[in-house]
């Protein structure tokens, strides 16, 4: 959920709306500029690369296809089409990371007009690159890890370049794989923080059997699940409306850590 939630009075979103960013958030995404390379795009992802002044994209992978992963999709006609011809320019096709499982769920994004991987092939807004476990391109090698889960398709990241790792995992990240080699010692993780039992709005609290329970951890579970990869740096990612707690709240939680941050939007890491 995007901080202001629509219509919402309560302190966070208030707040939000009259500060700005970084009190506002959007949806889940990140730019490698190594690769100019877009992670995700949710439905605000235009408006985002306008604001962080990105100028090129050549690649866009996708770690899982929810709505608020793939809404923003669209991005790639609004980058690449030329309006004379309602084709691509050919120096702005974006060329579209695809994990073999992946490969075979994203026809089930479609229109009226069917599936949108078809139309943005055949315009020449996207070009394919089906690949298996790992991809290079340039320096940096790309892994990719399946969450094993039965009902669909997600992918952790690990992007490694001179001997530097980064662990991307924004979302539906459980049950986590800790006994992959690849995640082991990421000198980034970025990581979706789970979730908060106390402190949320309306006073609620999570049962036991709750369905967020089978996609994310706990906040602290989280943070040892970080501690057994040996994760040096943790980023935390695609953070909740509904968890109740402003840009103020996270920076005095991340105070109590020498190595824990809390995302935002515009957020720059070097690694």
């Not at 069917?114 to 320096?139: A, C, L, R, S, W």
């Not at 579970?221 to 707690?245: C, K, M, P, S």
Request: glycine share 6%; charged share 30%; aromatic share 12%.
């Amino acid at each position: 959920m995007v901080i202001p939630k629509p219509l919402c009075t309560c302190r966070v979103c208030r707040e939000a709306r009259a500060k700005g960013f970084p009190y506002e958030r959007t949806g889940p995404s990140a730019y490698l500029h190594d690769l100019h390379l877009l992670i995700d795009a949710p439905a605000e992802v235009a408006a985002q690369l306008n604001r962080a002044g990105i100028g090129r994209v050549d690649f866009l992978i996708f770690t899982h296809l929810d709505p608020d992963h793939v809404e923003g999709f669209r991005a790639v006609e609004q980058i690449a089409l030329d309006f004379r011809t309602w084709r691509a320019y050919p120096e702005k096709r974006i060329s579209l990371l695809l994990p073999e499982e992946l490969n075979e769920r994203i026809r089930e994004i479609s229109t009226w007009y069917g599936p949108v991987i078809d139309f943005y092939q055949e315009q020449g807004f996207v070009e394919p690159m089906v690949f298996k476990d790992e991809i290079k391109i340039g320096e940096v090698a790309i892994k990719a890890v399946l969450v094993d889960r039965d009902s669909r398709p997600v992918f952790i990241y690990v992007f490694e370049k001179d001997g530097r790792r980064i662990v991307y995992a924004p979302c539906d990240l459980k049950p986590f794989p800790v006994e992959r080699a690849e995640v082991q010692e990421a000198d980034l993780l970025v990581i979706q923080p789970g979730l908060f039992e106390t402190g949320l709005k309306h006073g609620f609290a999570y049962p036991e059997d709750h369905i967020s329970r089978t996609t994310l951890y706990t906040f602290d579970q989280t943070l040892e699940l970080a501690r057994q990869i040996g994760a040096r740096r943790i980023v935390f990612t695609h953070l909740e409306e509904y968890w109740n707690r402003s840009y103020d709240d996270y920076l005095q939680l991340e105070s109590q850590f020498d190595h824990v941050h809390f995302a935002h939007d515009g957020m720059e890491v070097t690694v």
